[in-house]
């Protein structure tokens, strides 16, 4: 009977051993999947597709489709039409949210490319989610300004560099100043910008437009305002992971 019962314990603590293992197998597997969400906000007239480099590696890298929010704003036609006011705000906003609600993490991560990164930023604000923003990196942006729209109120007049726009100290551009927007934040600028640098002055106030307040750091690249994007896919991913 003695021999029967051990036998019968024998196999009960092997058999709970077994699911313990394999529960913990299943654990680790899911804490491996588990990445935050990834928003792409492509620039000014851009399009999803500007960001298949980055795409490609970050599926590479072990990421899932419905992990990666590429939205999709603004005209595709009229650069000087596009603002971070009403229509072009939408999408953006969406995506996040999107993001925030389904990321397994509960955290999000953000890329935004040239005016990408200033609306990506005030929608970030505007939902109130910084806290749930683990990374941002904002890559050729214009965070203070482009002088090729002038200094507000005596500014360009297109929507692009009015009060919503980029121009130098714009009331959309101060709404942005000093705000924390994510844990860790990135900025990646080029001295070769032909957009942000397109007057010949990359500068604001002592810093380049493209740094962004209180960030972690800055990277520097030769390969100007769309190289910029295009080329640096492998250090973005380095930076949110």
Request: net charge negative; aromatic share 10%; with cysteine.
């Amino acid at each position: 009977m003695k021999s029967t019962n051990l036998k019968s314990t024998n196999s009960f603590l092997k058999l709970t051993l077994t699911v313990l293992l394999l529960a913990l197998a299943s654990v680790t597997a899911y804490a491996e999947e588990c990445k935050d969400a990834v928003v792409l906000v492509h620039g000014n007239t851009g399009k999803p597709s500007d960001w298949n480099n980055t795409y490609d590696k970050l599926i590479t890298a072990g990421y899932y489709e419905d992990q990666i929010f590429r939205p999709d704003w603004g005209s595709k036609y009229c650069p000087s039409c596009n603002n971070h006011y009403g229509s072009e705000e939408y999408p953006v906003r969406d995506a996040i949210e999107a993001a925030v609600n389904t990321s397994c993490t509960g955290k999000i991560d953000i890329i935004g490319h040239s005016m990408g990164v200033t609306l990506a930023a005030q929608q970030i604000l505007k939902l109130d989610v910084a806290h749930k923003v683990d990374t941002f990196v904002g890559i050729a942006g214009a965070w203070k300004g482009l002088w090729s729209c002038g200094m507000y109120p005596f500014n360009v007049w297109s929507s692009t560099c009015g009060s919503s726009g980029l121009s130098i100290s714009s009331p959309l551009l101060d709404s942005l100043e000093n705000q924390k927007i994510a844990d860790k934040v990135y900025s990646m600028k080029s001295y070769m910008d032909e957009i942000v640098c397109g007057t010949g002055v990359c500068l604001v106030n002592g810093r380049h437009s493209s740094q962004i307040d209180g960030e972690n750091d800055s990277f520097t690249y030769a390969y100007g305002h769309f190289g910029l994007q295009l080329f640096t896919s492998s250090k973005q991913i380095e930076l949110i992971n």
